[in-house]
């Protein structure tokens, strides 16, 4: 009579998922996470209500945040966690219109703490 044996067996499948399902989650809780980006210059308009900001970001599709209070303006751009490489030797554009005209109140970073340097466009545009 042949005796069938099994290979042994351990209880770590038991206790710790497999570990596609521990790359699955660790993709998904970095995915989700929104690093800052740096917003490099600032443009107010003749108008004093319509601003450009350009960011150090290359093609990231930025997510970018304005509130304004009455001395100040406070900005913040972010974008997706990426394992890319590509670095940031590029940059994005955004413009938003102030709810206020920006007259002299100053405006910062969030992302670096920085006070922006604001240009102001030409009188002829």
């Not at 989700?32 to 900001?53: E, L, P, Q, R, Y």
């Not at 751009?77 to 994005?92: E, L, N, P, V, Y």
Request: net charge negative; proline share 6%; aromatic share 4%.
């Amino acid at each position: 009579m042949q005796q069938l044996t099994s290979a042994p067996t351990t209880d770590w499948g038991r206790r710790c998922p497999p570990p596609i399902v521990l790359a699955v989650l660790l993709a998904v809780v970095l995915g989700a996470c929104s690093v800052g980006i740096k917003v490099t210059d600032a443009k107010i308009a003749n108008d004093d209500v319509t601003m450009t900001f350009n960011l150090a970001s290359c093609n990231a599709d930025p997510t970018f945040t304005i509130e304004e209070a009455p001395a100040q303006v406070l900005v913040q751009a972010t974008r997706k966690r990426t394992f890319s490489t590509s670095g940031d030797a590029c940059s994005d554009s955004v413009t938003v219109m102030l709810l206020d005209p920006l007259g002299d109140r100053l405006v910062l970073d969030l992302t670096t703490g920085a006070e922006l340097n604001v240009h102001r466009s030409s009188p002829d545009g």
